[in-house]
């Protein structure tokens, strides 16, 4: 692949998304190269002028009003981050390590850091050799920036702590020094002000924000997909989809959705069999689903419009801003993660949503008073148990769900002796986000093997997409001849769901 050129303006969730995959190296533009140049010019001028300036040589936080002497700024920024990592908990992914890294990169890019270009240039040569420093993953608060673990970053490029690095696709975790050294590269002593531009700044909510919003784009369709599958296993109505009925309540998720599952009904046979049929209505989990599913669209959509304003944005603080005969470095806030910590509740939310009303969906498949099968799709009821256990999986899931879909956002704690007063704990629910969509994409997983099973085992043909659904699922789940364990073939669907792999088979 090619190389991926950052300037700080043109960062999308695919490059995140895609960089351990990427064969080529991240390089930084020229034109964002002379921008930074321009700012670190600023700060050296304040340097030599003796000025005080916030960050530059003050104190942090509620100490900012501390000035330190300009032969002691190489030790503020230091003590900075060995202060500040601390954080603790699981160790983040590798893979979210370096995500998280290229944000910040990028953000820097844009020219409002003051940083030099040298340690852009080391943080980009971590990337590009798969270096990715050992990060417990708690401790932002989602405002001030991601500061904690962004700080254990920070400590890998001054030479210190630990990180992993890919080797024959393997992650092994050395000695940074180590590390370094082998990859001929040398750790940096940060001058005014650089420490905290690497660790202001909303990197780690935008890495789970991204997961979470690429995963539920797959899932969105993954579940208008089961929906279409269920209805066919249920030999369901067609009318509640008919353009008709949207176009008289106009939202556009709820068009995507009732248009994508009509789509994948077409020409069933199953339907044209079932048309004398005595039921008047389903029930609202087949019904009511693409009024349920669109606004998960339309949130989806306004997530991604949000978060990539967001990539490419400058949120440490203060911010230079150079000009031709004067310059301003001007504090505020652009580290506060609000817009990326409500994004996730709704998000988080919605994960919910479309689980809840899977497993309403898996339910009736299973019924024989809605399927007009064996109870849970057994071959000998009684003996067997079949798929019961496979809802009751949907349903522990939508426990969890419900519990993460609490407000992340609501749950503010004042910290540093009053000055940061409001924090957006978006570390947490963007996190927490992410979660959410690998229990959904179980649930999703679930309700398509049930639905497979019921449709193998009806002799008309169902729609089109649908019999391109059900070979998909087929090449992945083997006919259930017997009960068995379906742990493996369970998270094997979820899997591919979270891989795009179904959503992909129809682009």
Request: aromatic share 4%; hydrophobic share 40%; proline share 3%.
């Amino acid at each position: 692949m090619s190389d991926l050129e950052i300037d700080g303006n043109s960062l999308r969730i695919e490059d995140i998304i895609n960089i351990t995959n990427n064969s080529g190296n991240v390089i930084l533009a020229d034109e964002a190269k002379e921008k930074m140049y321009q700012s670190r010019r600023v700060i050296e001028k304040i340097i030599d002028s003796d000025d005080v300036v916030y960050g530059v040589n003050t104190g942090f936080g509620s100490l900012s009003s501390v000035t330190i002497d300009s032969d002691r700024l190489e030790d503020l920024q230091a003590n900075l981050i060995r202060s500040h990592a601390c954080g603790v908990g699981e160790k983040m992914k590798p893979e979210h390590v370096l995500m998280m890294m290229l944000i910040r990169a990028n953000s820097i890019a844009k020219g409002y850091s003051g940083t030099r270009i040298e340690v852009m240039e080391l943080l980009l040569s971590m990337i590009n050799c798969n270096i990715a420093p050992v990060i417990p993953r708690i401790g932002s608060l989602g405002a001030s920036g991601d500061l904690a673990p962004l700080s254990h970053l920070a400590l890998a490029m001054m030479g210190e702590g630990e990180c992993q690095v890919l080797v024959d696709g393997e992650w092994i975790k050395k000695d940074t020094k180590e590390i370094l050294l082998d990859n001929n590269l040398k750790s940096v002593k940060f001058q005014a002000k650089e420490g905290l531009s690497l660790i202001n700044g909303t990197s780690q909510m935008c890495t789970y924000l991204s997961l979470s919003i690429f995963n539920l784009e797959h899932l969105i369709f993954a579940a208008d997909a089961s929906t279409a599958c269920s209805l066919e296993a249920i030999k369901g109505s067609h009318a509640p989809f008919n353009s008709q009925i949207h176009n008289a309540r106009p939202h556009p998720g709820q068009k995507i959705s009732a248009a994508r599952i009509l789509g994948l009904i077409k020409n069933s046979d199953i339907n044209k069999s079932h048309i004398g049929c005595d039921r008047v209505q389903d029930a609202y989990s087949f019904r009511c689903s693409p009024q349920v599913h669109g606004p998960v669209i339309e949130i989806i959509r306004e997530g991604r419009r949000m978060l990539e304003i967001e990539l490419n944005s400058a949120t440490d603080n203060p911010l230079v801003f150079p000009g031709a005969d004067s310059w301003e470095v001007i504090s505020g806030g652009n580290f506060h993660g609000q817009n990326l910590s409500m994004m996730s509740d709704y998000l988080a939310i919605s994960c919910h949503e479309l689980a809840s009303i899977s497993e309403r969906r898996i339910n009736q498949v299973l019924d024989p008073r809605w399927s007009g099968q064996n109870a849970f799709l057994t071959n000998q009821e009684g003996l067997e148990s079949g798929l019961m256990i496979v809802q009751y999986v949907s349903a522990a899931l939508i426990s969890e769900l419900k519990i993460l879909s609490n407000s992340a956002s609501t749950g503010n704690v004042p910290v540093s002796n009053g000055k940061e007063d409001h924090v957006s704990m978006g570390a947490t629910g963007t996190y927490r986000t992410y979660l959410a969509t690998k229990y959904l994409s179980q649930v999703l997983s679930n309700e398509l093997i049930c639905s497979n099973e019921a449709l193998n085992r009806i002799q008309e043909n169902s729609g089109k997409g649908v019999e391109n659904i059900k070979k998909w699922v087929n090449s992945l789940v083997k006919p259930l001849n017997e009960d068995r364990s379906m742990t493996e073939e369970c998270e094997k669907v979820s899997r591919n769901l979270l891989s795009g792999e179904l959503s992909n088979l129809f682009r």
